[in-house]
Antibody, heavy 123, light 108 residues
C-alpha cells in the first residue's frame, strides 16, 4: 500500500510563496498512473480540492487558485509538489496530499491521504 | 462549481441508533460520482463510500450509501462507538471537485 507524507514550512509570510512536497513510498509517481492531488482544510472548516497532477505534467487546478498555483512531479525524488504564490491569511490551512482510488482516472475519489501539514500565514 | 449542502449540521445520538446523513447537490452529479468520507479529530479523511453506494475496501457493511442525481444519503445501520466523527460528501464528477461542509455525529 502506498504511503504519502507531506513536508514543508509550517509558517509562511503574507505575499510570499508556499511550497509543499509530498513524498510517495510504496509506489512510483512516474509509473503508477495516478492523478496525484492536493487538498486543504482551513481550521474548523471543510475540505477544498486544490489541484491534481498526472505525470509528466498534466495538471488540473481549482479555478479559485489557478492564477497562483503550480503543481508538479519530481520523479528523481518520487515526489509531487505544490507552489502557491502571494499567500494571504485565507491560505492558512492543513494541507493534505492524496492518491485517488483508480489509476489513469481523473474522475476518482481519494483513497489514500497523507497525515497533513499545518501551514500558518503570518508576518 | 457544484455546491454540496449537507444536513443536518450535527446529529446527537447514542450507540445503536441509526443516523441518516443527507447531501444535496446544486446540480446533477455526473455518473453519481459521489463519495462519503469519515474524519476523526487529528486524522485525515477516510474514504467510506464511492459511486454513491459502493463501500470502499475494509469498510463495515453497517455503512451504506444511496441516492442519485442531486440527492444522496449515508446511513449507518447501527452506530458503534468508533463512528462518532465528522462525515463529508464529495462530488468528483465535474471539476472542481467539491466537498460538503460536513455533518458531525456526536454522542448524546
Amino acid at each position: 500500500q502506498m504511503q504519502l507524507q507531506e513536508s514543508g514550512p509550517g509558517l509562511v509570510k503574507p505575499s510570499e510563496t508556499l511550497s509543499l512536497t509530498c513524498t510517495v513510498s510504496g509506489g512510483s509517481v512516474r509509473t503508477s498512473n495516478y492523478y496525484w492531488a492536493w487538498i486543504r482544510q482551513a481550521p474548523g472548516k471543510g475540505l477544498e480540492w486544490i489541484g491534481s497532477v498526472y505525470y509528466p505534467a498534466n495538471t488540473y487546478y481549482n479555478p479559485s487558485l489557478r492564477s497562483r498555483l503550480t503543481i508538479s512531479v519530481d520523479t528523481s525524488k518520487n515526489q509531487f509538489s505544490l507552489r502557491l504564490n502571494s499567500v494571504t491569511a485565507a491560505d492558512a490551512a492543513l494541507y493534505y496530499c492524496a492518491r485517488p482510488l483508480l489509476k489513469m482516472e481523473l474522475f476518482s475519489p481519494f483513497e489514500d491521504w497523507g497525515q497533513g501539514i499545518l501551514v500558518a500565514v503570518s508576518s | 462549481e457544484i455546491v454540496l449542502t449537507q444536513s443536518p449540521g450535527t446529529l446527537s445520538l447514542s450507540p445503536g441508533e441509526r443516523p441518516t446523513l443527507s447531501c444535496r447537490a446544486s446540480q446533477t452529479v455526473n455518473s453519481n460520482y459521489l463519495a462519503w468520507f469519515q474524519q476523526k479529530p487529528g486524522q485525515a479523511p477516510r474514504l467510506l463510500i464511492y459511486g454513491a453506494s459502493t463501500r470502499a475496501t475494509g469498510i463495515p457493511d453497517r455503512f451504506s450509501g444511496s441516492g442519485s442525481g442531486t440527492d444522496f444519503t449515508l446511513t449507518i445501520s447501527r452506530l458503534e462507538p468508533e463512528d462518532f466523527a465528522v462525515y463529508y460528501c464529495q462530488q468528483y464528477g465535474k471539476t472542481p471537485w467539491t466537498f460538503g461542509q460536513g455533518t458531525k455525529v456526536e454522542r448524546k
